[in-house]
């Protein structure tokens, strides 16, 4: 079974910052992998577990910059903690409007850190349950034939089932009959609810622009 305990990623070049924060970590009941640089970091297999990074922007080879920008790409599920012994107004709006949770500048205090790691892993535990929510959502789209995601389509837009007859040639009972199986199988209890599944698998969007 894969992992699922929540877990803080530390990377930072100086081997004593590594320890200290191990150990802070590990008390507070989180477990911890340490990284002495950022490709170590991304040779290691990637888990789907809740998680965060602490990263240290001044390192040799690829920096922390640049292995922030490498995740928001590659596993946007991890928010990143950044720590720095200096830091200026530029370079923290910058993280931070590239999706850091928090940009902590040496030294700061044990129960800072903590409260960063903290909301970094509730942020990490909310975007894996969305992301597991819509695979789940995209596999129960799958299960649907190809006439039953042209009448989806047609519902989501607005158009009643005399309309959605008309315009695929069937009978209104046939469009009532596939609406029953479609909501069955995407697990839709309302059209309201079928809406809001098809907005989130961007099928509304794809039906504005053909």
């Not at 970590?25 to 970091?41: C, K, L, M, P, R």
């Not at 922007?57 to 922390?64: E, H, R, T, V």
């Not at 789209?141 to 047609?154: D, I, M």
Request: some cysteine; proline content about 4%; charged content about 25%.
């Amino acid at each position: 079974m894969p992992n699922t305990s929540p877990t803080v990623f530390v990377v930072d070049d100086d081997i004593s910052v590594r320890e200290s924060l191990q150990f802070l970590i590990q008390d507070e009941g989180w477990q911890v992998e340490t990284f002495a640089s950022a490709e170590e970091f991304l040779n290691r297999r990637r888990e789907f577990a809740p998680s965060c990074l602490t990263l240290d922007i001044s390192m040799p080879g690829l920096n922390g910059l640049d292995l922030q920008k490498r995740l928001a790409v590659e596993r946007p599920d991890m928010p990143i903690i950044f720590l720095t012994g200096y830091g200026d107004v530029p370079m923290t709006v910058a993280v931070m409007n590239a999706g850091a949770v928090e940009f902590l500048t040496k030294p700061f205090s044990d129960g800072t850190l903590l409260a960063a790691v903290s909301k970094a892993i509730s942020r990490s535990s909310a975007l894996i349950a969305r992301d597991t929510e819509l695979r789940a959502l995209r596999a129960r789209y799958t299960r649907l034939t190809f006439r039953e995601r042209e009448v989806l389509a047609l519902v989501v837009v607005g158009k009643a089932n005399k309309e959605v007859a008309n315009e695929l040639g069937i009978s209104e009972v046939t469009v009532k009959a596939h609406c029953g199986s479609m909501m069955q199988k995407m697990g839709a209890g309302s059209l309201a609810e079928l809406v809001n599944q098809a907005a989130r698998l961007r099928l509304l969007r794809s039906n504005r622009n053909p």
